[in-house]
C-alpha cells in the first residue's frame, strides 16, 4: 500500500505535532491509479484504521515518522511500515533539506507535480 497523509495547520495544544489530517492520497499499484479522499473531520480518518493497523499490509509512505505521530494522535497504530521514501532520499543526498513529496517527485522523477495535478483535474 502506497499512501500520502494530507495535512493542514492545527492549534491544538494537546498535539505533538500541530497539523490535523484534511485527506488520504492512495495509490493502487494494479491499476497505476491514485486516489484522493478529503477527510473533514478526524473521526472520518477511522475508515483506514484497520487497513493501516494491519501489518500484514505493507505501506510505503514519505515521512512516515511524521504520519506514525499524527495517527497515533487520532487513535490509529500505524503498522506494516515497508519503506519510507524520504529516508531513502536522506541516504541518497543527505545534504538535501527538501523532502517533501513535491521537491522529490522533480528531483528524482523529473514530475512538476503542479503540471501533473493540472493535467489530471
Not at 60 to 73: E, F, H, R, S, V
Not at 88 to 106: F, H
Request: zero cysteines.
Amino acid at each position: 500500500m502506497i499512501f500520502y497523509i494530507h495535512t493542514a495547520k492545527d492549534d491544538n495544544v494537546e498535539k505533538i505535532i500541530k497539523e490535523k489530517i484534511i485527506g488520504f492520497s492512495i495509490f493502487d499499484e494494479k491499476s497505476k491509479e491514485a486516489t484522493y479522499l478529503t477527510i473533514k473531520n478526524e473521526e472520518e480518518s477511522n475508515i483506514f484504521k484497520e487497513i493501516l493497523e494491519d501489518e500484514t499490509i505493507k505501506k510505503t509512505g514519505i515521512n512516515l515518522t511524521k504520519t506514525y505521530i499524527l495517527l497515533k494522535q487520532i487513535g490509529i497504530n500505524l503498522k506494516g511500515i515497508n519503506y519510507d521514501i524520504a529516508i531513502a532520499s536522506y541516504i541518497l543526498n543527505p545534504t538535501n533539506n527538501k523532502l517533501e513529496i513535491e521537491n522529490l517527485l522533480e528531483q528524482y522523477l523529473e514530475i512538476n507535480s503542479q503540471e501533473f495535478i493540472r493535467r489530471r483535474t
